[in-house]
């Protein structure tokens, strides 16, 4: 008992701080006196900063009376702590009590009060008392509430629609000084615009006239929907037949297996217009089994090569019509050798053949000298070396000779339609791009009188004076179809004497991209009585105005085209029966 004097006066060893502290005057009164103090500047709470309760609650608790501080013996290890008082028996809190202390004293710190700060804060920056303003000061006033206005100070009622003051502010508005102040307090707010994309944008409207389908063409769809299931047709006669193959080959769906419904020994004329799916083994099954063909259309016939066109040589003795769109792969042996089996030839139409060259010319026109349709379209190797034979043709009727890769010369054209241009009834020289106003003058003027169908797309040289000139003096006798599509410097002249030339007999008319074009000279259109199919497609001044007073005049109208006419709204007036093609749904005319 060490440092403690007993009844005996015996002391036992002292530590050397205890010895200090009773030289210096400190003794267990003084202790005493400072934990006093220290307990009334805490208050009745208990618990200690590190979390423990005192030893009079741990006595309460277990039904002990508790022991005064002053009679705990004083630690001399702690008596050099000044601000500590006197420790007595502890013990720990668990964690639960531990987490709740904490969270009421985080609560008590969010009480304190604007004073408890004052002392903190920058006397020069922080903001005098009477600026702060309380949270409740904040929040609107409840409506039905009396308010003052805060710019002409008018008591009123507040409403939903009472709006905040923006300058003089704070306060609301009245209704009055609302309006007044530019803004209606009682309009409702716009809705957000939905955003459209970009194929939304550009959606195209066509106006059709949908008929009630007839018999006949429900009957056809439902054959061509289960032509695998479908043994034979039967005598159903060709004119059926060839809508059948049509509605097949819209969808792809003729094969092999399906394709031979419609062979027969009897057929005379056979149209195949999708032979995607027919390979060379189907192509020679063809001409097997239909031995008596005169005339013969296959399109999309990539797998024809040089046995398939040999067999044919053999096959079809009595083929004087052929026509085919992309034989890429028959070369010229192949071709000299049908030319040479089958002189009765009168039509060869040709498109996308990249290997028929000068030779095949040569041999066609020696072994089938009695041509009337001939048409040479998309052919890589034409040029004017193949003119003088065409123009050997001495019954030929039908010219086609458009999309070359190199257009042929204004001179050499014009020498061929010197020699064969007064028979000729159908005319197309599209693509030749050197073709311009003189080639009109000299030579469809001078040497083409006859013609029933014309097509000059893609001239781009040519002009708005030398079209209107060459109409004013051409004399044709029954031209129905004409073709002047994307001729950008062709306009409203060209239009007015085309019309007075070609107008009364007009059955087709195609002036895409006639950007010199007016909204008068568009109207006038509408004196072509016999017109049924119109395109003025990018004609910039083609409107609702120009497209009604068409429909009015033409009573034979039956489709109108107007692919970028951006003037022609959803509100363009119709016509029954008639079919107008490209207008753009996302147009509006302007409010004025």
Known sequence: MSGRPGRNNVRGPTSALTEFL??????????????????AEAGPSNVSPDGNLGATNEGEQNGE?????????????????????PAGKRRKLSKVAMEKCKAGAKKKAIKFDD???????????????????????????????????????????????????????PGYLCHI??????????????????????????????????????????????????????EAFGDIGSVNLDRIIRALCRNRSLTPENVTLFYDVKNTNLNVYDGTNL??????????????????????????????????????????????????????????????????????????????????????????PNLTKLRLKAIGKLDDTFLPYISSLKHLEQLDLSSPSTSCSQDGLIGL???????????????????????????????????????LDNLSTLTDEGVAGFFREWTPSSLSTLSIARAPDVGTQALSALLDCVGSTLSALSINTWRETTAEALTSIATARELQTLDVGWNRAVDNWVIKAI???????EEIKCWGCNRITVECPRKLNVNLLGVEKDIYVAAN
């Open 115 to 169: 004073d408890d700060y004052d002392g903190e804060e920058d006397a020069y920056t922080a903001l005098s008392k009477s600026l702060r303003t309380n949270k409740s000061s904040d929040s609107k006033p409840s409506i039905g509430s009396r308010v003052k206005c805060a710019k002409c100070s008018k008591q009123f009622t507040m409403t939903k629609y009472t709006m905040a003051a923006a300058d003089p502010g």
């Open 65 to 85: 009376p508790s022991t005064p501080a002053g009679d705990a013996a004083p630690d001399s290890d702690h008596l050099d702590s000044e601000d500590e008082a």
């Open 417 to 455: 339609l010197h020699r064969c241009g007064t028979r000729l009834t159908h005319l197309d020289l599209s693509g030749h791009n050197e073709l311009g106003d003189d080639f009109l003058m000299n030579g469809i003027r001078e040497y083409a009188p006859n013609l029933i169908s014309l097509r």
């Open 279 to 368: 390979e060379p083994p189907a192509l020679k099954t063809l001409a097997l089994l239909n031995p008596n063909l005169t005339s013969l259309r296959i399109d999309f016939c990539g797998h024809l090569d040089d046995p398939v066109l040999d067999a044919w040589s053999s096959s079809l003795p009595s083929l004087t019509s052929l026509e085919l769109l992309g034989p890429f792969l028959v070369r010229v042996p192949a071709w000299i050798s049908f030319f040479q089996s089958h002189r009765q030839l009168n039509g060869l139409l040709l498109n996308q053949s990249p290997r028929f060259d000068l030779e095949c010319m040569a041999t066609l026109t020696t072994c089938c």
């Open 551 to 557: 429909m009015d005049g033409c009573p034979k109208l």
């Open 177 to 230: 000084c609302s309006k007044e102040s530019g803004t209606d307090p009682f309009k409702k707010p716009s809705m957000p615009r939905k955003r459209k994309s970009a194929a939304e944008k550009r959606s195209i409207t066509n106006y059709q006239e949908k008929k009630f389908p007839t018999l006949v063409s429900l009957c056809t769809k439902i054959i061509s929907k289960h032509i695998n299931d479908v």
């Open 22 to 39: 009773r030289e210096s005057g400190i003794d267990h009164a003084l202790i005493r006196r400072r934990g006093q103090q220290q307990q």
